[in-house]
Structure formats: C-alpha cells, structure tokens
C-alpha cells in the first residue's frame, strides 16, 4: 500500500530533551516535506526536500533541523524542543512535476513540550 | 502578500445543502490552487486542484470556481452529505518552488 509512515504518533517531552520525529514514503517520491498544523493558522512549513542531501527552508524553520540521506526517509530532529514547539507535525511526499501535484500526507504526530 | 486568507472560519449546513468556502490571494504569480481535505485524526488529502487557465473545475458534488480578475477561488460541495463533514484548506503556489502557502482552514459539519 502506498503510503507516509510517521513514528511515534504521540510524543510527550520536556523542555530541552532532543527528539526525532521519522517519516518515511514508499512511493519514490522525490520531494518531502515537513509541516505543523496549529488551531487558526492552517499548515506552515518548516523545511522541504526536492531530492536526496537536498534541503530548503520552510516558512517556520527556526528550531528545527532535517535530513535526506536515503530517498524515502526524511526525519525532522528538535535539538532542544521548547513549549512554543507543542503542535501537530505532518510529514508529506510528492512527484511534484506532474499536476496535479499531490502531496500525500502522513497521519501526524502530535507532539507536547513541557 | 504571500498570503491566502480563507473563510469562513467554520461552517454549518443541512444535508442536502451547498457549502461555499471561499479563498483570497494577493500574490499574482500563483498559478496552482488546490483544495484539501482533512478528517479528523488524519492528514489531509487533496480533493480537487485547478489552474488559472480554467475558470471552473468539477469533480462530482465538489467545483472549484477561480476568478482571476478578483484573485479569488472558492469550493462549492453540492447536496452536502454528513460524510463531508472535515476541515477544508484552500493553498496556492507557483510551480517555479513548490511551497503550497496555506488558508487557515474551514471546518464543516454537515447536520443530518
């Protein structure tokens, strides 16, 4: 079954205590991205991934640090989560050269830093 | 200027009925509106996608409307079903980056 796989799917930490959020897609899909989702401002992205060591800047970055080093896993790494972190996380994957470039998303992990 | 504003913020219809969501955009150098759809306890999943070169896009009960001129597009569900009950987000993008840039979200709930 095609599909974005995300682990864990809850995540309760405390401040300061690194973690890694894995995302990983069997369709061979060359662009992945990572978003969160808070109450009223939509999906925001944080960093995206046209193709493997390639990495870009979302519109939220600050935080966050991701990498591509096989072509179907994409983790995002919190270094030093702090509450302003506690969100709803997607992970996301596309052909995106071909319309109409469907991003399919992973079901979410949501994560709480106290 | 990167914005998409989408509204309203949450939506109540009759089964049966027409659910309109409505998005505005700023930025002229989008080309690519999509809609998606969101359960809860799930990601959200595209629904339907236009491009600026079609004025209307049709997918069974669901069209998109887009209208250039006003740089808006909205998302018209027609005889609303209770399965169509979910958040709703509008995005725009220009091909040339492939960042989606959001709407805020509608909910809907359809009532029985």
């Known amino acids: 079954e095609a599909q974005v796989t995300q682990n864990p799917r809850y995540l309760i930490t405390v401040t300061g205590k690194k973690l890694t959020v894995t995302c990983s897609q069997n369709?061979?899909?060359?662009?992945m991205s990572w978003y969160r989702q808070d109450p009223g401002l939509g999906l925001r992205q944080i960093y995206y991934?046209?193709?493997?060591?390639?990495?870009d800047k979302g519109d939220v970055p600050e935080g966050y640090k991701v990498s591509r080093k096989e072509k179907r896993n994409f983790p995002l790494i919190l270094e030093s989560p702090s509450p302003n972190q506690t969100s709803l996380y997607f992970c996301?994957?596309?052909?995106?050269?071909?319309?109409?470039?469907?991003?399919?998303f992973g079901p979410g992990t949501r994560l709480t830093v106290t | 200027q990167q914005q998409v504003k989408q509204s309203p913020q949450s939506l109540i219809v009759q089964k049966g009925g027409i659910s309109i969501i409505n998005c505005a955009y700023e930025?002229?150098?989008?080309?690519?509106f999509p809609w998606y759809q969101q359960f809860p306890g799930k990601g959200p999943a595209l629904l339907i996608a236009?491009?600026?070169d079609v004025s209307e896009k049709k997918e069974g009960r669901f069209t998109i409307s887009f209208n250039k001129s006003a740089k808006q597009f909205s998302l018209h569900i027609m005889d609303s079903q209770p399965g169509d009950s979910a958040t709703y987000f509008c995005?725009?993008?220009?091909?040339?980056?492939?960042?989606?840039?959001w709407g805020a979200g509608t909910k809907l709930i359809i009532k029985p």
């Open positions: 930025n002229t150098a989008f080309d690519y």
């Open positions: 369709m061979n899909h060359e662009y």
């Open positions: 236009i491009r600026p």
């Open positions: 996301a994957s596309s052909l995106s050269n071909i319309f109409p470039y469907e991003q399919y």
């Open positions: 991934s046209m193709n493997v060591e390639v990495t």
């Open positions: 995005a725009a993008s220009m091909d040339s980056n492939y960042q989606l840039i």
